[in-house]
């Protein structure tokens, strides 16, 4: 069964539609206005291997927030989709990922319980054309959206782009190993006997 999903979200600031394809090769037709963030999101669906369609018209105007957070949103809404009750998935993810100078954790647990756990700074305000505080907005609104624990770590590094870069792909990584099937996985892996 195809584990893919499609979220369409519109509100006075921004308008989204996105989707996802767990089971993808990493194909991704990103336009969200921002081209950092398309950097980014691109960087995402390649090293998860998800197919990603995402095309977002926000208040750039504005400024980049309202697009970021919103995508956070509607991406964790299409991951808990596209997991749906997830039987005979490995719920658990981590990746340790270098990026030139930077080393960034993220470890991933798709518990139906949100939590976002984020240890970074950033010694730029921003990358490109988004603000560097946006990714953790980013992240907080795919665990709550996601209902997963997420923790992301920056073990050390000293260059932005690179420290951001790594993030996104630790997650991917990550996410791609929480969702993999596991033949000895018969159910839910929970003692509860739900997820």
């Known amino acids: 069964m195809a584990r893919t999903s499609s979220i369409e979200r519109n509100t006075n600031e921004t308008k989204i539609r996105l989707d996802l394809n767990l089971d993808g090769t990493g194909k991704a037709d990103i336009h969200s206005g921002v081209g950092f963030f398309d950097h980014m999101m691109n960087g995402f669906a390649r090293h998860g291997l998800f197919d990603v369609n995402l095309h977002v018209d926000g208040d750039l105007e504005v400024d980049c927030h309202h697009t970021i957070e919103d995508t956070g949103i509607v991406l964790g809404n299409a991951i808990r989709e596209a997991a749906g009750d997830k039987k005979g998935i490995r719920r658990y993810g981590s990746c340790i990922l270098p990026m030139d100078e930077a080393l960034v ?21 921003r990358c490109g054309d988004m603000d560097t505080e946006m990714a953790r907005e980013f992240f907080y609104a795919v665990s709550y959206a996601g209902a997963m624990n997420l923790h992301i770590k920056v073990l050390y590094g000293s260059n932005n782009h690179h420290i951001m870069e790594a993030m996104f792909k630790a997650f991917a990584k990550a996410l791609d190993t929480a969702t993999m099937y596991d033949e000895r996985i018969t159910d839910v892996l929970s003692t509860k006997g739900t997820l």
């Open 105 to 125: 954790l993220c470890a991933v647990d798709l518990s139906g319980r949100p939590y976002l756990v984020f240890d970074a700074e950033f010694t730029a305000d």
